[in-house]
């Protein structure tokens, strides 16, 4: 039984019909890639899984407890993070006050504005945040606002957000969009050091084959709302019909 289960999941749009049947077993610790064309279907479920979108059938479980039908916050509070496409950050706020509002968060459950007044006296807020910092190479930059820094930069402190939530799954819906190749082989390098030393299993939606192929354990492939193969990276590359759907339109 993986960490992740879905089961024949289905999803109309009127007559489009978006999800076929989709079942995907993630393994526990695992780095578990989603790809395919464009409109096969990879935002829709990813969608589903997180609250987002209701599938008309079937079932997604985490460490077998149901999450279809709550509430994405619900479904954070699982164990279950997500990154978007767009780095969702306090531009406002300096590096550290981003960090430490979701720890604040997860600790207490909520975040008062007024907990600034108190900032200083939060000396386990402040080691955590920064330990993670840390983690993701950025206590050089904790005093930077948020806004000046690069997409790179932006994609690495999302990831502390989400690390302080201390998450068990992270969904990343294509974590290296508009990056230059450098930010990109950075954060491929990042991914892999947070599921290596905190063990975190990862589903990523991504289109750049170098960083699927870098980075998954096994690979789920997409087309027209149904994965059509499932396997290693070596085995995904040779495959006939995953060639005649996707690769065969990418360098791989």
Partial sequence: ?????????????????????????????????????????????????????????GSVMFQGEPVLGKKPYQINQMGISRVFQTPEIFSDLTVFENVMIPCFAHRDGSFMLNAW???????????????????????????????????GDKRRLELAMCLSQDPKLMLLDEPTAGMARADTNATIDLLRDISEKRGITMVIIEHDMHVVFSLA???????????????????????????EAYLGEAEV
Avoid: W, Y
């Fill in 1 to 57: 039984m993986g960490i992740l289960e879905v089961q024949n999941v289905n999803k109309h749009f009127g007559g489009l019909h978006a999800l076929n049947n989709v079942n995907l077993d993630v393994k526990e610790g695992a780095i578990h890639a989603i790809i395919g064309p464009n409109g096969a279907g990879k935002s829709t479920f990813l969608n589903c899984l997180i609250g987002k979108l209701a599938p008309d059938t």
């Fill in 117 to 151: 007044k108190a900032i200083k006296g939060e000396t386990d807020i402040r080691e955590q945040a920064d330990r993670i910092l840390l983690d993701v190479n950025m206590q050089d930059k904790l005093h930077m606002n948020a806004a000046s820094l690069s997409r």
């Fill in 217 to 243: 354990d096994t690979i789920s492939v997409l087309a027209q709302g149904a994965i059509i193969a499932e396997g290693l990276p070596d085995e995904i590359k040779g495959h006939p019909k995953v060639r």
